[in-house]
């Protein structure tokens, strides 16, 4: 019988082979290994203390105590946060508008000449009026302030989608580590009751002179190694109810794990996942949005070096009162107004004013360094997007790659149970003829229940790891 079950091994479900495209009915095995676990006559402490906790605890809960995770909540946050300041940036693409007034007051003045005095009555003027304005061209700033947003709030998704599966990769990790351990904790005592037996065996047949004290040693050797390997494996089961207790921010010390791997995996298509993590990962999506910005300041700068600064006005009405329009090209806004005057001549009449004022610059070697700075930003963040771009493919190749071996792997382990299973069959009806031993039935029974074990690790591997293969696409679709 093998040695390794001192060792603690990756979570895997399920006690009976399975085909990998096929599911089984893992419930049912998984019931079977329990019961022949029970039904083994080598009794123990260990056992009992394991198998009388205070709940079960389901994946599935586990699972759903996620969204209340520090991590999960701060980036649900910053999706809510990017979301509202999309809606003020969509918010400040419509009309502004505003009010203005001013109102000024003169005393009378009194002068006097030699034979004349002019007296000039107290006055009082001022406007009021209502103004608007628009970012029509796509270059203004409100038009910019909303690819930004557009933009931020895309990464924002993609960092909670990044977060929500690492914590869901950490509990399943955790959780699948506790079903294969508990699996650990009742092979350990079986096979240290076992061991206990032989060494009394031997024992009895050294006082009756039939054994050496060499193997009376070796007998005690392998009760000290079994002993060994219980308490690793009562270790590695409390191990992993902290370690999930503190992913999930609980106390799940006397819990049990109810729930087995999945039994049933089918191998994703990579082309769709490596396209998919291209366009979906954050590491990707944050070049994105670092190479887009680079190139609005690239257009900015030659929006500077190429276009006149024109700002262009018109008014119809009486004296500084009445309608206006005006356009500022750089700015790519536009703006209307209306001004009614206070404290003037009624009979001033309506006129018709215009007004185009506007710079351009010749010659400015600084403007040029800024345009060649701006084009050589534009360049790296291209080659920043494109590494980002190639290593996230890589990622999800190398993570399919590690699927398929954990998937032939599986395979391998289900065959191992057949074999097994036979094993022990063929004990049995050893057993029946006389020409076999209850020890060796004993023995076929834990090299079954050790390779259940084996399945079950197996199997835990397989779920894990496409976890890690959907995160590193960008999350499951």
């Known amino acids: 019988m093998n040695e390794h079950l001192t060792q603690n091994h990756e979570p895997q479900n399920s006690d009976a082979p399975t085909t990998v495209q096929t599911a ?14 029970l039904s083994l006559t080598l009794g123990s402490t260990g056992l009992a203390q394991t198998s009388s906790p205070a709940g079960e605890l389901k994946l599935e809960a586990a699972l759903a105590q996620l969204a209340q995770a520090p991590s999960v909540t701060q980036a649900q946050l910053s999706v809510v946060t ?4 999309l809606n003020a940036a969509r918010g400040a693409l419509g009309l502004t508008v505003s009010v203005t007034g001013n109102a000024s007051y003169a005393g009378a003045t009194t002068t006097t000449a030699t034979d004349d005095t002019t ?45 929500q599966g690492a914590a869901r990769l950490n509990v399943v990790q955790q959780y699948l580590a506790g079903v294969v351990a508990t699996q650990d904790v009742i092979l350990a005592d079986r096979t240290l009751a076992l061991r206990q037996r032989q060494l009394a065996v031997q024992q009895a047949q050294r006082e009756n002179g039939n054994a050496t004290a060499e193997s009376v040693l070796s007998a005690q050797a392998n009760v000290q190694a079994a002993q060994g390997a219980q308490l690793q494996a009562a270790a590695n089961l409390d191990a992993a109810r902290r370690s999930l207790g503190a992913a999930l921010g609980t106390d799940l010390s006397s819990v049990t794990f109810g729930s087995p791997p999945e039994t049933a995996f089918a191998l994703p298509d990579v082309a769709a996942l490596t396209t998919q993590a291209r366009t979906a990962r954050r590491e990707v ?14 257009e900015t700068q030659q929006r500077d070096a190429t276009l006149p ?16 329009a005006n356009l500022n090209l750089k700015q790519g806004t536009v703006g209307a107004g209306y001004t009614l005057p206070v404290g003037t001549s009624s009979t ?3 006129r018709l004013t215009a007004s185009l004022t506007g710079t351009y610059v010749i010659y400015s070697p600084s403007v040029k360094a800024e345009l060649s700075a701006a084009q050589a930003t534009v360049t790296q963040a291209q080659l920043s997007l494109s590494v980002a771009q190639q290593t996230v493919e890589l990622d999800v190749r190398t993570r399919h790659s590690t699927l398929q071996a954990s998937l032939i792997a599986l395979q391998s382990r289900e065959t191992q149970v057949k074999v097994a299973q036979a094993s022990l069959e063929a004990a049995r009806t050893r057993l029946e003829a006389g020409t076999g031993t209850a020890d060796d039935v004993t023995v076929a029974e834990l090299n079954l229940l050790e390779a259940q074990r084996d399945l079950l690790s197996a199997r835990a591997t397989a779920q894990t790891t496409l976890i890690q293969l959907q995160n590193a696409a960008g999350g499951a679709t």
């Open 24 to 37: 089984s009915s893992s419930a049912v095995r998984w019931r079977q290994a329990v019961a022949l676990s």
């Open 82 to 85: 990017a979301q509202e300041n």
């Open 119 to 163: 007296t000039t009555a107290a006055s009082v003027a001022g406007s009021a009026g209502v103004n608007v304005s628009l970012g029509l061209l796509p270059w203004s700033s409100g038009q910019a302030g909303l690819r930004s947003a557009e933009r931020n709030l895309a990464l924002a998704r993609a960092r909670m989608a990044e977060t």
């Open 285 to 298: 999506l944050e070049a994105q949005n670092t190479l887009a910005s680079a190139q609005e300041a690239l």
């Open 309 to 324: 600064d024109v700002t262009a006005s018109v008014r119809y009405g009486p004296g500084t009162g009445g309608l206006s």
């Open 348 to 350: 001033t009449s309506n």
